[in-house]
């Protein structure tokens, strides 16, 4: 049997292997691991006894749901380039004498039988890079896109799936305060359009430029390549959220395959999925930025800018209600004398007990840009077009004079007097490549804040990760480990499975199985890194963006230090195991009585040093992609000039993340307003002293 995506097949041997994976990875448990998972510490053994009893014996490989929705998600998600290597890896595990390669056997993979399977895997995480990689990549994708797509066991290990509350008077009493937007349909045969203005890109930096250009009297066209979703339309759902606002349905990589990308892709960009975390951007940034000749990020008209978005987004402390997730961060920062402070929230005063709104917030209490900037772009008259891809850029005489783009397979060709670009850091130096520019820095100045995690086990806590307040908490503690402000915070959010078996390395079948009926009484911790040390985006023959990004030495040392500060908390607030994301460490159960003191903690800690992050020894993420159309002083060294001008190209903006001169370190939705509002009233001030010329 063939199994068959679009123009990419899989063949019997590769589906064999895939299926022999999936019995490796979720697998049937023999009596003895049945009866160890029966005194699993965890509040549901009591509560479904039979329903443990069934997810023992429960094999992922004979699910063949799964396996087309596993086979369909790679094609869909990973480029044709990718798909080969993901083939030539399926073709070695299926023959003998390449077999030998991956397993050490002299027998195709699904030919061992589990334990040795298990063996196999297990040996990969402490094998050279290329074989960390690729237990990473195998471990996160299967274990991911089952508990993402699949709510068999659900009710088995305690998790709810979409907020219970979603479709009750919770909801329903605000239905009708949610601002609701018309869109431009373009007919089969194409469109043109003229505008004063384009903005591609309807995010925090998209929203905030439209609704003040529009506001200011500019004719304003926002272009979004993602779609629109009314709150009635959430379902927040793991997997229909994932597909529906998520940039390659949350599975966008970079090039090594070693670090997930997640990016928004839906109207309102990353504020309508993001953590409500809205931080200020520090002052020692401000005077690094300055340094660079940007001076102007010391001004007083940069602290008005900040106080202007925070004051529209509805930025404030004042409601916070830390749900368990931020209590036990606090706790551990307290008892170990550690720094840690409340994340101020986008919540218009709302206490916001929501752990869902990582898939869109369904009650409109968050004040991304659906709610603030989009609204005030729509009332002032700016018009809108969602599930549209921008082409290029159209130049003329060296000025933007408009875009080409494709909306649902027709060409559009849209006039306009000046394009802004506030697409992200990954696709505003995309769209400037396709469009022929030729500075050298485009794409370039890549940083990711590469972010980690450790968990911390409570078995006599119900901390239930994925509800309550979402990011509330914070800890400086190691943001300065070097003395160059180039270290890692310490947050905490909202946990879904997704989230867990993405950054829980996968131990065996038992252990995973053990983990997932835990999933109430876990408590991660996030170790978010400042990267000191960039990458680059590149576009392939199709225009694509590519992710090249590895991590530093420096910057490796930086997340460490923060995996072994989270350690501290966890321990400190009385987790009775704690587990890292890096690959060839064990779980650590800290001694009861002065664990800080005990030589198992002193030897756990050294060998957490001693694995680090780099080359592929941990589980990797990133939320924030910033940098890539670089603002300076001089076009040799930059993209942008300080007021957001593309240097090569008259008329022709960015406005987004990807103008940081550096990584922030810390949650940048309110930095970007602030740089797009700024950005927004420089071409305001310019147009009004050139009409008076």
Known sequence: MLFETDSFKFNDEQIKVIKALCGTLIAKLDDLETEALLKTKASVIKKHPSKILEFSKFDLSENEDFIEVLTDKLVKSFPQDKLVQINLILNFFAKSSTSLLLTGCFKPFYELDRKQREVVLQKWTKSFKFYRNLFSNLTILFNAIYWINFDRYFETIGYPGPDPEANGEKFSSKINLFPTYEFIQVPPEGLELQFDVIVIGSGAGGGVVSAQLAKAGYNVLVIEKGKYYHQNELSLKQAESLNNLYESGGLLFNEDKNICIHSASTFGGGTTINFCASLKLQHFVREEWAAKGLTYFLSDEFNKSMEAVEKRMGVSSDAIIHNENNKILIEGCKKFGYHYSNIPQNTAGSHHQCGWCLFGCKYGEKQGSLMTWLKDARDAGAKFIDNCYVENILIKNRKAVGVKAI???????????????????????????????????????????????????????????????????????????????????????????????????????????????????????????????????????????????????????????????????????????????????????????????????????????????????????????????????????????????????????????????????????????????????????????????
């Open 407 to 693: 909306f649902n397979g027709n060409r559009i060709l849209i006039h306009s007097k000046k394009v802004i670009i506030s697409c992200g850091a990954i696709h505003s130096p995309a769209l400037l490549m396709r469009s022929c520019l030729k500075n050298a820095n485009i794409g370039k100045n890549l940083y990711l804040h590469p972010l980690t995690m450790v968990t911390g086990f409570f078995p006599d806590r119900e901390v239930n990760p994925y509800s309550g307040s979402m990011m509330t908490s914070v800890s400086d503690v190691v943001e300065n480990v070097d003395g160059d402000h180039y270290g890692a915070k310490i947050e905490t959010a909202t946990f879904h499975p997704l989230y867990l078996v993405g950054f829980l390395p996968w131990k065996s079948a038992l252990n995973h199985k053990q983990r997932m009926l835990q999933i109430n009484h876990l408590s991660p911790m996030l170790i978010i890194s400042r990267d000191k040390n960039p990458g680059r985006i590149t576009i392939d023959s199709n225009g694509r963006p590519r992710i090249h990004y590895s991590i530093s030495k420096h910057d490796s040392k930086s997340i460490v230090e923060g995996i072994i500060a989270g350690i501290n908390i966890l321990i400190s607030a009385g987790a009775k195991t704690v587990m890292t994301a890096q690959l060839a460490i064990e779980e650590f159960e800290p001694a009861e009585k002065d664990p800080f003191n005990d030589p198992g903690y002193k030897q756990y800690i050294e060998n957490v040093r001693k694995i680090g992050v780099e080359e592929n020894a941990s589980n990797i993420g990133s939320a924030h992609q910033m940098g890539t159309c670089k603002m300076g002083i001089n076009p040799k060294t930059s993209v942008v000039n300080p007021k957001g001008k593309v240097w090569e190209v008259d008329n022709l903006y960015v406005a987004d993340s990807s103008v940081f001169p550096t990584s922030v370190g810390i949650n940048p939705m309110i930095t970007i307003c602030s740089v797009a509002y700024s950005i927004a009233n420089f071409i305001i001030r310019d147009d009004m002293l050139k009409s008076k010329i």
